[in-house]
Each structure stands twice: as structure tokens, then as C-alpha cells.
């Protein structure tokens, strides 16, 4: 079985900055891509920002240059930094990683954190 923690979400000020990591622990052999994902209220779990173990990056057309996803494999750690914060981005913030277990290397998983939640607002 494996965990993602997330962490770093909070309440800022348009305009402002907030950096959310996500730890994975627990069976892993690897990890493949990351991700994140998120949230609002009354709509649809979206698409943020993913990374892959070779970190090739791909981000969602409203974040792409105000975000920055990166990772750190050896402590199977993934980052999003976020800049320029706007009010449309509030929403819980939830990571994912695909990973393969260490007591099967034939399989792949995917697993979700609990979320984060993340309000811009003055």
C-alpha cells in the first residue's frame, strides 16, 4: 500500500505565492509520472500540472507560466510551486502518482492524496 502527503496549502493574498510537496512512502519499486490535480467547489476534478520520472512536464493552459511542477525522485517527493496566485485558482489541491510496487514489478497503481486546500482570496 502506499501514501501521498500533501502539504503547503493555506490562504494567500491574489497575487502571492504558495509551494504544495507531496511525499509518497509505503511498497514502491518506482514511481512513474506525478501529478496534480484539483478541485472547486461544484466542479469537476481538473487537471494541473504532471511530471514524468524523466521530468517532462505538461501543465494546464491556466497555469502555464505561473506554476512549476518538479520532483525529487530520491525521496519520491513532487513539488508545485505556485506564483502570481489568482482567486480562480482556489480549490482543494490533490497529488497523484503512478507507481509500481515493490512486490510486483509487472503492475502499475495509481494512488491519490487526501488534498490540500488552497484559497486565494484578500
Known amino acids: 500500500q502506499v501514501q501521498l502527503v500533501e502539504s503547503g496549502g493555506g490562504l494567500v493574498q491574489p497575487g502571492g505565492s504558495l509551494r504544495l510537496s507531496c511525499a509518497a512512502s509505503?511498497?514502491?519499486?518506482?514511481?512513474?509520472?506525478m501529478g496534480w490535480y484539483r478541485q472547486a467547489p461544484g466542479k469537476q476534478r481538473e487537471l494541473v500540472a504532471t511530471i514524468t520520472s524523466g521530468s517532462n512536464t505538461n501543465y494546464a493552459d491556466s497555469v502555464k507560466g505561473r506554476f512549476t511542477i518538479s520532483r525529487d525522485n530520491a525521496k519520491n517527493t513532487v513539488y508545485l510551486q505556485m506564483n502570481s496566485l489568482k482567486p480562480e485558482d482556489t480549490a482543494v489541491y490533490y497529488c497523484?502518482?503512478?507507481?509500481?510496487?515493490?512486490?510486483?514489478?509487472?503492475?502499475?497503481?495509481?494512488?491519490w492524496g487526501q488534498g490540500t486546500q488552497v484559497t486565494v482570496s484578500s
Open positions: 509505503g511498497s514502491i519499486f518506482s514511481i512513474n509520472a
Open positions: 497523484n502518482a503512478d507507481y509500481v510496487p515493490d512486490y510486483d514489478l509487472t503492475v502499475e497503481f495509481g494512488s
